[in-house]
């Protein structure tokens, strides 16, 4: 069944794509054809094409993170045509569409590029950075068990909403990727003022944003100037008020706690 | 190291440094500006280089001239090592394809640039003013008498007229204040982002200042060597054996 | 062998209580002591290690994923249901209980199902804590929703995206106790094998996908949290690296399979839009509240529409049926998923499907909008009409959705018995990859609900009876199981690499689903099965002469980690057909066209079939043996399930 246009004519393409064998070797574009892409496909089934193509050939596949292809697990990470996850606002490389495209384009497809991400093979990256990022302190340390009534503490519904809203990162990384200075800001603070915006999150909230801005300098990120790539390439949105807020905290967690270390 | 030193040597902590300074750096234009404007007035310098010597002679101006140039350093160092740290942290291996013309202007990507340009600027207007204004050695200034003061004053007036008579040097101070109108455009509503003043309310007339302000002060500092350089109204005093002087103007146009 | 469900004595409302008296403790001192490994960090195996590594225990938590967010958990949409009865409309446990049983169409254990509507409410109480921003009331109190299958409002939610922010805060507490250095993480890290010692499981075998390396890992237990084997159908809701290798393994070595045929179809799916389709994207059924299912009342509008001859705006209301709301007046729109699927399916069968393919129909939310307005219908589902816009093109403001059913959750899987121990002592399963709670059907958003039961609230206790009987000694990877275990893991590995044919791991995967799809699918007959069956042996034996693959297996290779999974669908494939065939009734997501009443709903047969099957491997190509836990009802009645 077709989409919104059932006369769309299948397309013919040349894809540059970086192959790079592993995190010690030096990579290259290398460039493919492939032939008879429906406007329909989404780009990841495009690139499925590719490797199945390249794995009847007796050629190694283009190794890249994907997973739910619905927008929402983060894993997959392409820089497509100069854009991180392409052309299209608000959109993960795996819901970006084949319609987006025309007969005869050009498509340069290449990884995440950041010194705290480096590549696995190919098109995969490295982003266990996030991770250590979260585990200095994006988490609000209750226990299992022995928790109050969850109306106990009524919230704003605009406040609620707006912790949602910094709540919905994916950590796919688009933000560093696209940002000049492949700064994590935009990641960093949309955790932080989740939970700075929450009223369970109060407590902690000084040695929250210390703890995770110091463990975001000491991945290699890079400072944010404030160009606002991050935002504009967020693929759901990630405002860059998170990271004035988290600026603010930082100011007064350094300002008032008493961590003297 | 120390929760301070930490503090300020934290990507964030350099952030606001440079906004801090930054920021302090825009009020300083704003004086600076209308002194200049002072100008334009048909008074052969009189106002302006009243406001000169009030500059040059004021405590607590001077006290705060300390606290700019220090400022003005900081700024200048925290800003080529953010630029430093971010080109580390960007990698060795660039984007073949990389369009980040389509998520961002031009003026916010490339501060260091428009830094860089402005630093060479301002190398070359120190030495040609404010050294000399400052250091006898370095020059010094021809004396004239000003109305509403007793006593005679530097003729900084003359010094700038006379430059502004020189094609480059009116052609570098002009281009030089596009840097500036960029850096600005970008710099003043990064400052305040980075010291978290973002707030639904307010921010959109932040944009807004900021914009005008970088507009209105590179615009007025431009045009002011422009006029001077195009308006036969504008003359230096003639020589009193300042060597100095003699040397920046080529062709000392007599009135 | 008997399987013994250790349920507990006692009135149905006092079991949990009574069992959490009886469990034997371990003393806290030597909690740390006890090693356990947890394979996958979805809602039940994150929220499982950060509850026993809050308590103690010493916990190696594994993920295929670069980073435990990424777990499939993340992607479900509308909501997880609680006892809560904020909305003071006539909610309880019993009454969570009963539409759970009911829902599951008297397949499921009564005792499991009511400790796992007691500890719901539990739940929501954590998440809160940690920060969850679950949607609020101006007033600032917790919403709720309701859901198919239920007439009462107590489905939590957060927007359209509640997984995705359940899974955030088990993830968060998890990293927590990373960072105190009681979790240990293991990503990009799959497992192959499991490994018994002296009849206990002890360890696990795992390849590093980033590096090849095959590694071994010891502990006193290990739980599977790995979720559920829809892929089998190639076509599912689920993501790309969903598989049933962990579980299957665990099967292999001793792990009864239970209910493999229970899959659930889910009724909102975006339709398949060609042969290249990689995998189906749901539509949360809470789209169901607001929005109207209907195809043209007549097969002969159905086929102009379709031909494109005419528009949907021109089909007149009178002209349209609203199938659901016509024959289940009480519950309309909202039936639950199998009967909702169902009867989709007889749409498009009787030729009134639309779409080019005539294999959809309508979900229109036409009326909402002109009640509430587009903005209001924006602000609950915006991000789901997005997605349906990004991906089929078209814009839901303006036209119906076409919808289709697609496989969405598997309720079988893995035996367990009330402690959630499956037939190997020291093998635990939690979440979708057990077959404990949702019987043959389950109902919207309760599987986040059993994630977070099983790993908050269950395992956190009766793990610790286990270990309690385990001597607080070291265990480690010397003992000979874990060398051979790794042998046949490297042999397995060695062996795809070298078959050397000239077929992809997906062209496999593909006929597989082909073949489950169209016979073990929605609709199912003896005849289809037997004929399933052969074509399933067909294509497992080509598997294993014609695979094709490159590289080599000491480096990242990804379609070598998807030969190794489409190998044991292939497998389980065939264990589903035959536990198909052998239900000879009609219950929840298991439909046999021979058993169904006059108005073609399905029609059980409790006399013979209401008990669980649970599979015993006897063996590479024997037919597997079967296991019968009969399920006894003390407190609900069978009834005909009727939702009209």
């Known amino acids: 069944m077709a989409g919104s246009n059932p006369n769309a004519k299948p397309m013919n393409l040349t894809l540059k794509v970086w192959r790079q064998r592993n995190r010690n070797t030096e990579g290259r574009i290398v460039d493919y054809k492939v032939k008879d892409i429906s406007p329909d496909m989404s780009f990841l089934e495009m690139l499925d094409v590719l490797n199945e193509d390249l794995l009847r050939q007796g050629e190694e596949p283009v190794a890249f993170d994907h997973d739910c292809r619905e927008g929402i697990c983060g894993s997959c990470n392409l820089f497509i045509n100069g854009r991180a996850h392409g052309p299209e606002k608000g959109t993960t490389t795996c819901q970006l569409h084949m319609r987006k495209f025309n007969d005869g384009d050009t498509i340069t497809i290449e990884p995440w590029r950041a010194t705290a991400f480096p590549v696995n093979k190919d098109l995969s990256v490295d982003r266990s950075a996030f991770d250590r990022i979260i585990q200095a302190g994006g988490y609000i340390s209750v226990n299992t068990g022995g928790t109050p009534d969850a109306n106990e503490i009524p919230i704003p519904k605009d406040i609620a909403d707006r912790a949602f809203e910094a709540a919905t990162c994916i950590a796919c990384g688009a933000c560093v990727a696209s940002c000049k200075n492949a700064s994590a800001m935009l990641f960093v603070s949309a955790k932080v003022s989740q939970l700075a915006l929450l009223p369970q999150g109060h407590v902690e909230r000084k040695t929250r944003v210390e703890n995770m801005v110091a463990q975001m300098d000491k991945e290699g990120f890079g400072a944010c100037t404030n160009i606002g790539s991050c935002a504009a390439e967020c693929p759901v949105g990630i405002s860059l008020e998170n990271i004035a807020i988290m600026n603010r905290e930082f100011i007064n967690a350094k300002a008032t706690s008493n961590n003297l270390a | ?255 | 062998m008997i399987l013994d469900s250790k349920i507990p004595e006692g009135p149905l409302a006092e079991k949990w209580d009574k069992h959490k008296f009886n469990v034997k403790l371990v003393n806290p001192a030597n909690k740390r002591k006890y090693d356990v490994i947890i394979v996958g960090t979805g809602l039940a195996g994150a929220s499982a290690a950060a509850s026993l590594a809050e308590l103690g225990y010493n916990v190696k938590a594994f993920t295929y994923h670069d980073s435990p967010r990424r777990a499939h958990s993340i992607a479900a949409q509308g909501g997880i249901n609680a006892a809560k009865n904020y909305q003071n409309d006539g909610d309880s446990v019993y009454r969570l209980f009963y539409d759970t049983i009911k829902g599951g169409d008297y397949r499921a254990r009564e005792a499991n199902v009511y400790r796992l509507a007691q500890v719901s409410v539990n739940i929501i109480d954590q998440c809160v804590a940690q920060g969850v921003p679950f949607a609020r009331e101006y007033g600032g109190l917790l919403a709720n929703r309701s859901f198919g299958g239920a007439q009462v409002s107590r489905t939590f939610y957060a927007r359209g995206q509640t997984g995705q922010q359940l899974l955030l805060g088990a993830y968060s507490a998890l990293s927590r106790q990373v960072a105190y250095g009681k979790v240990k993480l293991y990503t990009r890290s799959e497992m192959l094998d499991v490994v018994i010692v002296d009849g206990q499981a002890r360890g696990i075998i795992t390849r590093n996908l980033i590096t090849g390396e095959i590694e071994q890992h010891s502990a006193h237990a290990v739980v599977l949290a790995t979720g559920g084997y829809g892929n089998v159908f190639y076509l599912s809701t689920n993501a790309k690296y969903c598989n049933v290798t962990a579980p299957w393994r665990a099967h292999k070595k001793g792990a009864f399979f239970a209910n493999p045929c229970f899959t659930q179809i889910h009724p909102t799916c975006i339709p398949v839009s060609g042969d290249y389709q990689s995998k189906l994207t749901l539509m949360s059924e809470s789209l169901r509240n607001d929005g109207r299912v209907w195809v043209p009342a007549s097969k002969e509008t159905a086929e102009r529409l379709r031909k494109g001859e005419i528009r949907v705006s021109d089909i007149r209301e009178e002209d349209r049926d609203y199938f659901l709301e016509r024959k289940y007046p009480a519950f309309g729109n909202l039936v639950p998923r199998d009967v909702a699927s169902r009867n989709a399916k007889m749409m498009c069968d009787e030729g009134r499907g639309v779409g080019s393919s005539g294999l959809a129909v309508y979900l229109d939310f036409a009326d909402t909008i002109k009640r509430n307005g587009a903005e209001w219908v924006s602000s609950k589902y915006g991000n789901l009409f997005e997605m349906y816009a990004k991906i089929t093109g078209e814009d839901p403001y303006e036209q119906p959705m076409r919808i289709y059913p697609a496989v969405h959750y598997t309720m079988g899987g893995l035996w367990v018995d009330y402690n959630l121990q499956t037939t190997v002592p020291g093998l635990y399963a939690t979440g979708e990859c057990n077959f404990s709670d949702h019987g043959a059907n389950r109902l919207g958003a309760s599987a986040l609900m059993q994630g977070l039961a099983d790993g908050y609230f269950v395992i956190p206790y009766t793990i610790g009876d286990y270990l309690a009987q385990t001597a607080p000694k070291p265990v480690t990877t010397d003992h000979p199981a874990f060398k051979e275990a790794e042998a046949e893991v490297r042999a397995r590995v060695q062996k795809l690499m070298s078959i050397n044919g000239t077929r992809t791991p997906d062209e496999f995967h593909k006929a597989l689903g082909h073949i489950m799809w169209e016979y073990c699918g929605m609709a199912r007959t003896a005849e289809g099965l037997q004929h399933a069956k052969k074509e399933i042996q067909k294509l497992r034996k080509e598997f294993w002469s014609d695979l094709k693959l490159v590289g080599t297996e000491g480096e990242m290779n990804q379609a070598l980690e998807k030969a190794g999974r489409v190998a044991d669908f292939l497998e389980l494939g065939e264990l589903m057909v035959d536990d198909a065939y052998n239900r000879n009734e009609s219950c929840g997501g298991h439909f046999r066209e021979e058993y169904q009443t006059p108005e073609g709903e399905a029609l059980r047969d409790d006399e013979k079939y209401a008990y669980v099957a649970a599979w015993e491997y006897q063996g590479d190509n024997q037919p597997e043996k079967l296991n019968k836990e009969e399920l006894h009802f003390e407190n609900v009645k069978l009834t005909q399930r009727s939702y009209k």
Request: charged share 10%; net charge positive.
């Open chain 2, 1 to 255: 190291m120390s929760w301070i030193t930490k503090t300020f040597s934290s990507s964030i902590g350099r952030k606001i440094i440079m906004a801090l300074t930054g920021l302090f750096l825009c009020s300083f234009l704003v004086v600076h500006l209308l002194i200049n404007l002072q100008m334009l007035r048909h008074d052969g310098g009189a106002s302006f280089n009243f406001w000169a010597e009030f500059m040059g002679t004021n405590p607590v101006i001077r006290a705060m001239e300390v606290v700019l140039m220090l400022g003005l350093l900081i700024h200048i160092y925290q800003g080529l090592a953010l630029a430093v740290k971010n080109k580390k942290a960007r990698g060795t291996q660039g984007y073949v394809v990389n369009h980040s013309e389509q998520n961002s202007q031009w003026a916010s990507r490339n501060m260091a640039l428009l830094g860089t340009l402005l630093l060479i600027f301002l190398i070359v207007h120190l030495m040609n003013f404010w050294i000399r204004s400052r250091f006898d050695a370095m020059g010094g200034l021809a004396e004239v008498k000003v109305p509403n003061l007793d006593h005679p004053v530097g003729d900084l007036y003359s010094v700038a007229a006379a430059s502004f008579k020189i094609p480059w040097y009116v052609a570098l101070y002009a281009l030089s204040q596009i840097a500036l109108g960029y850096h600005l455009w970008h710099g003043f509503r990064s400052g305040f982002q980075t010291l978290g003043l973002n707030h639904r309310k307010y921010t959109p007339a932040v944009y807004a200042t900021g914009y005008a302000f970088s507009v209105i002060i590179s615009v007025l500092f431009a045009v002011i060597p422009l006029i001077m350089f195009f308006s036969s109204a504008y003359q230096p005093r003639p020589a009193t054996g300042n060597t100095v002087e003699r040397s920046l103007t080529e062709e000392p146009a007599l009135r």
